[in-house]
């Protein structure tokens, strides 16, 4: 197989046209192009005199051979600062009386962001080695402060915020020289303004004023300044002081809150205690009011016993009249129901008699009669005697013969009647009202017949 076979192969062109894309394009554009890190930034040359600057994270474009590049940071610096100088102090009669200062602070920096800055930065700043970077700014920077610190009091170093302008002013005219007073008031207006304007820490406000011009020189800015210290012997004291000061009021604080706290407890022991009285009180009075109530019960409840028993009376009287009425009346009726049965037993014997008598005529009642002569003999011997009789005769028929026979005629029918009924009665088997019945009494016996005349 020759090379032109090769060469005309279709497999043989995919194969080449896949490595152009996969490994020489990527390979050229690799060439050109450059990866830009986040926090640096890319200052490429190219051989005309033109300057591109890419600030990451990106891409830059170079061309070997063309173009030159080079990468600086762009992250923050930061300086620690430790200062020690002398304030702008007065006393009252306007000699300087300056104070020891000492103040330990770290300050931030970084590349500024126009693309002049940038260029002065990599090529003032970041062309020196890396301790001569930080040597520099930290000189840049200490004397700035030192500057700052001698246009300033004690007492605005130690405040929070910025000191008026015209204190500002008084203390600059009086910490600068007789001689150089004149070029001073400038610069300390143009200072004293800015720290009017900017609401910050005096000392940071200055110390960016003072060193803004040579860290523009350098392609850098001040971004902040953070006072971590702030020493002095005039501090320790009034802090020693105001420590002392505190511990004093916070003693009679204490004393005040002992005393609060011992009257709170009196007074808190005065009104148990009158608590408890009252309580005391309380329980007597209810102690009285339960004694007045329980005697009340008592009462109430004798005068309920004695109306219960006077209804227990009144029922059991009302029960016994009942009971009394009640055999009363099974009395009355058992005797009516007695005399009843004896009347009905009378009337019947009597009308058994009548019965007898008509049915056995005269010859069954004489023979009674003789039958029981013996017995009713003595009873008609006593009637007679108790007869009074008395026959008064006026004429007419019979005379008193016939008047006195029928009369004594008369009383012996009587008598045998009721000897009949009394002594087993005229019937064999009938009896009177019974054993417990009592005697018929007999009828009684004529005491003569009317008078005639």
Not at 381 to 392: E, F, P, Q
């Amino acid at each position: 197989m020759d090379l032109h076979t090769i060469i005309t192969n279709p497999f043989f062109i995919i194969a080449a046209v896949l490595l152009g894309v996969f490994v020489v394009v990527p390979t050229i554009v690799a060439a050109f192009l450059r990866d830009v890190e986040a926090g640096t930034i890319r200052i490429v040359s190219w051989i005309t005199g033109g300057t591109m600057i890419y600030r990451g994270p990106g891409k830059s474009k170079e061309i070997p051979l063309l173009t030159t590049g080079t990468t600086i940071s762009s992250k923050i610096i930061n300086v620690d600062l430790d200062i020690t100088d002398q304030t702008a102090d007065v006393d009252e009669h306007g000699r300087p009386q300056p104070i020891k200062i000492r103040v330990l602070a770290s300050a931030i920096v970084s590349v500024g962001d126009s693309d002049v800055m940038v260029r002065t930065a990599a090529n003032r700043f970041f062309a020196k080695p890396e301790s001569d970077q930080m040597s520099a700014l930290t000189d840049l920077l200490s004397s700035s402060g030192r500057r700052a610190i001698n246009l300033l009091t004690h007492d605005q170093l130690f405040s929070a915020k910025a000191a008026p302008t015209r204190a500002l002013l008084e203390s600059t005219t009086a910490s600068a020289p007789t001689t150089a007073l004149v070029s001073a008031k400038p610069a300390a207006l143009a200072l004293a303004t800015a720290v009017q304007e900017d609401d910050d820490d005096p000392l940071a406000v200055i110390i960016r004023k003072a060193c803004s011009r040579e860290l523009t020189d350098l392609g850098l800015i001040f971004n902040s300044l953070n006072i971590k210290v702030v020493q002095s012997e005039v501090a320790e004291a009034r802090r020693r002081m105001s420590a002392a000061e505190a511990q004093a009021n916070a003693d009679i604080v204490s004393a005040q809150q002992g005393r609060r706290a011992k009257e709170a407890q009196l007074e808190a022991e005065r009104a148990i205690s009158d608590k408890q009285r009252e309580l005391e009180q309380t329980k007597a009075s209810n102690a009285a009011l339960v004694a007045q109530a329980e005697a009340k019960r008592q009462q109430a409840q004798g005068v309920q016993r004695e109306a219960e028993l006077d209804a227990t009376q009144i029922a059991q009287a009302k029960a016994d009249a009942e009971r009394v009425q009640i055999e009363a009346v099974a009395a009355a009726e058992a005797e009516a129901i007695r005399i009843r049965r004896i009347a009905d037993a009378q009337a019947e014997a009597i009308q058994k008699v009548n019965d007898a008598i008509k049915a056995g005529g005269e010859a069954y009642f004489r023979y009674r009669q003789i039958e029981m002569l013996p017995q009713i003999a003595p009873a008609i011997a006593d009637a007679l005697s108790a007869a009074k009789l008395v026959t008064i005769s006026g004429g007419g028929d019979g005379g008193a013969p016939q008047v006195a026979t029928a009369n004594i005629a008369s009383v012996i029918q009587t008598v045998l009647a009721a000897q009949l009924v009394t002594r087993g009665g005229i019937l064999d088997g009938v009896t009177p009202a019974g054993n417990n019945a009592p005697p018929v009494t007999a009828p009684p016996v004529p005491t003569g017949q009317p008078i005639r005349r």
